[in-house]
């Protein structure tokens, strides 16, 4: 089976920090239909970066990425904001060694630091049911953060079960299972600079 993507652009029923993918592409690495290519990652990630730095306006930042998937996005991004950033990481578990998410959310590893009073930004490779994102945001809000924003760098809304939004989104895809730039298939590929497309049954 073959899914083949275009680039994404902007459409005018979405947030304007987001994008939509809409056509297809013939672009393929290492025989994985490549969804997103390396360059239009770091053009939409600059972009989320610009956007991110006008509304801190001046403030510092504590960046939280949620491992492991959201590690390249985290770096990347972080180059992009303008503003004084620390980093902090949290690790959690719902999808267990393949394609479906178990539902259940556990924390794997909590904050370093308390981010009582200070600007927060979860950042999170992929935004599907909501399930991590509402959990890390209920839990964050418990220590009184002066903002809390959530930036991810893929959107499934199709997938939504708990009621979230991403208030910086990268692409918003179709519900297609992703791998790539930091997103992995039972721990593989994790480093094809790509954001590619595996489909149902297939393990390259």
Not at 25 to 39: E, F, K, N
Not at 46 to 51: L, N, S
Not at 162 to 190: C, H, Q, T, W
């Amino acid at each position: 089976m073959s899914f083949r993507f275009l680039a994404a652009i902007y459409t005018g029923d979405r947030k304007p920090n987001s994008r939509d993918t809409v056509c297809m592409s013939t672009m393929t690495y290492q025989g994985l239909d490549v969804l997103y290519s390396r360059q239009q990652i770091a053009e939409r990630v600059a972009e989320m970066g610009a956007q991110i730095t006008r509304d801190l306006n001046g403030e510092k930042l504590v960046m939280v990425g949620v491992l492991k998937g959201a590690a390249f996005f985290l770096v990347d991004l972080s180059r992009s904001i303008q503003a004084d950033a620390t980093f902090d990481f949290v690790a959690v578990s719902s999808y267990g060694q393949g394609q479906r998410s178990s539902g259940a959310v556990k924390v794997i590893k909590d904050l370093d630091q308390p981010i009582e009073g200070k600007n927060v930004l979860i950042v999170e490779d992929i935004l599907d049911t909501g399930l991590t994102l509402a959990y890390l945001r209920k839990l964050f809000l418990q220590q009184h953060p002066k903002s809390l924003r959530i930036a991810t760098l893929l959107d499934k809304p199709s997938r939504r079960i708990e009621k979230i939004d991403a208030d910086y989104v990268g692409f918003s895809i179709p519900n297609l299972f992703v791998i790539g730039y930091g997103m992995d298939y039972a721990e593989r590929y994790r480093n094809l600079p790509d954001i590619c497309i595996m489909a149902p049954g297939q393990t390259a």
